[in-house]
């Protein structure tokens, strides 16, 4: 069987690709050996934020895993529906990239022009003694099916999927140790971000310890001992009925290409440049299985409709330099563009302003945890370079930001523009006011 392109993997990169080469009259064959959707949809973002939303010490631990996977299944369905209205071939089994423009799946054979790789990306396990142990879990094993009831958890590593698991099983009433090996949880996010969500964790009764180094789990599911050397140099152990480690994830390239085939890897992920060529003709990457990506299902999404593009010879539809990142903890995280330390790193000189929580209607109407909005600009132009926010609704406030410094507004264009009164969305104009005043 022949076609336009072939794409291995249906995640958010993997089918937005597919979307968008059927929408321009390309032939496509989707590879997927487990479930489409991929990580976002049945085991990372979309499960998480289905029970983030339910977590609460009466909720119903059932209840929340069977309202998760009923949301899941509704969006799987309306992905698989597309694709088909689409005309995508899809087919179910592990695909292998056999040579430029050939990939196997099941003994039969496909031929493609152009070949796309969205394979993503597993969670990393870690190098120490234990960590095959029953009862250390990935978020793969706590988002799957019924999910797993645990009413102590030590979580190893203190990023994006650490804080979001904290959040959850403390919601719960879980008693909750995050055991971070750097000197603060979130560390790619602004200082202040980090050091917020730490006290909000804090107070919900998460014991955070940054500056950990976990040496060794014992023990059997239920009764687990996770011993570590913390900042002091002191010898610990904390005890907890589950593991979970969310130390990072790596990029599934294992068994991927023929033995014949050999494109540029770095530590297995592949090598791109930045319209997605690998080293190979005609084999394209996109995801959490390139080599330096940020991985987020929205950067995946946005690679796959410019690889698209790229192959068709047209330029990029998604700008991919200014890529919003989120995380659900309660209050929400999110930042755009630049912190300002990243900004003064670059030997910028920049303005900052902020507006807090304590003075927004909304937030105070909604007892809303303590937060801000944290606007970084040039100094001399007042062109807003980043925003780091920490308050209800951060997720979806940010996107005004990304547009802002997407189109190169300055701090008074975008304190000029009326923001509805009373919600979140004022400690934007009301930092930008700052900034100019
Ligand atoms: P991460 O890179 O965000 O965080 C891993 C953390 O583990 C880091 O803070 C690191 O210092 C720490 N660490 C590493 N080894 C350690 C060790 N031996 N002991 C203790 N700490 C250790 O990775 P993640 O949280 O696993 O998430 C994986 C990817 O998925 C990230 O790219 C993340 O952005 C993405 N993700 C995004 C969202 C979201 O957008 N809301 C949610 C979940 C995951």
């Given at each position: 069987m022949s076609f336009d392109i072939?794409?291995?993997?249906?995640?958010?990169?993997?089918?937005?690709?597919?979307?968008?080469?059927?929408?321009?009259g390309l032939s496509v064959v989707l590879f997927e050996r487990d479930l489409v959707g991929g990580t976002c949809l049945n085991r990372g973002c979309i499960p998480t934020k289905a029970l983030l939303h339910d977590a609460a010490p009466d909720?119903?631990?059932?209840?929340?895993?069977?309202?998760?996977?009923?949301?899941?299944?509704?969006l799987r369905q309306g992905i698989e529906k597309l694709l088909k209205q689409r005309k995508v071939t899809l087919v179910r089994g592990q695909a292998t990239i056999e040579a430029p423009g050939v990939v196997s799946c099941d003994g039969q054979t496909y031929e493609a022009r152009d070949i796309v790789v969205a394979t993503g990306s597993a969670p990393s396990t870690i190098p120490v003694p234990g960590v095959e142990l029953p009862g250390v879990y990935s978020s793969n094993d706590?988002?799957?099916?019924?999910?797993?009831?645990?009413?102590?958890?030590?979580?190893?590593?203190?990023?994006?999927?650490?804080?979001?698991?904290?959040?959850?099983?403390?919601?719960?009433?879980?008693?909750?140790?995050?055991?971070?090996?750097?000197d603060r949880i979130l560390p790619?996010?602004?200082?202040?971000?980090?050091?917020?969500?730490?006290?909000?964790?804090?107070?919900?009764?998460?014991?955070?310890?940054?500056?950990a180094r976990v040496t060794g789990i014992q023990g059997e599911p239920g009764a687990l001992t996770v011993s570590y050397v913390d900042k002091r140099g002191n010898e610990k152990a904390v005890e907890a009925e589950g593991v979970l480690v969310a130390c990072g994830r790596h990029a599934n390239t294992e068994g991927l290409f023929s033995a014949s085939l050999?494109?540029?890897?770095?530590?297995?992920?592949?090598?791109?440049?930045?319209?997605?060529?690998?080293?190979?003709a005609h084999l394209w990457a996109i995801g959490d299985v390139v080599a330096g990506n940020i991985q987020l299902a929205h950067v995946a999404e946005a690679q796959g409709r410019n690889v698209v593009a790229a192959i068709c010879g047209d330029d990029p539809l998604v700008e991919t330099g200014i890529?919003?990142?989120?995380?659900?903890?309660?209050?929400?995280?999110?930042?755009?563009?630049?912190?300002?330390?990243?900004?003064?790193?670059?030997?910028?000189?920049?303005?900052?302003?902020?507006?807090l929580t304590g003075a927004n209607g909304k937030c105070l109407v909604e007892g809303s945890e303590s937060g801000f909005v944290k606007l970084v600009a040039d100094a001399s132009t007042g062109t807003i370079l980043g925003a780091q926010l920490v308050c209800p609704r951060a997720t979806d406030l940010v996107a005004e930001l990304a547009l802002a410094i997407s189109l190169g507004c300055t701090a008074?264009?975008?304190?000029?523009?009326?923001?509805?009164?009373?919600?979140?969305?004022e400690l934007v104009s009301s930092a930008a006011r700052a900034l100019v005043q």
């Open positions: 072939a794409i291995v993997g249906g995640g958010p990169g993997g089918y937005t690709a597919a979307e968008e080469a059927a929408a321009r909720a119903s631990f059932e209840a929340m895993h069977a309202r998760k996977q009923a949301v899941v299944l509704q706590l988002l799957e099916g019924e999910g797993v009831q645990l009413s102590s958890l030590v979580i190893v590593g203190g990023g994006v999927i650490g804080v979001e698991f904290a959040t959850m099983y403390a919601s719960l009433g879980a008693r909750v140790t995050i055991l971070e090996a750097t790619p996010f602004d200082r202040e971000i980090a050091q917020r969500v730490a006290m909000h964790l804090k107070k919900h009764g998460v014991a955070v310890e940054a500056s050999a494109p540029e890897l770095t530590r297995g992920a592949l090598v791109c440049d930045a319209a997605g060529h690998t080293s190979v890529v919003p990142s989120c995380v659900y903890t309660s209050p929400e995280v999110a930042s755009v563009g630049l912190t300002e330390s990243e900004a003064k790193a670059q030997g910028m000189a920049v303005r900052t302003a902020k507006a008074t264009q975008l304190a000029a523009v009326i923001h509805p009164h009373p919600t979140v969305s």
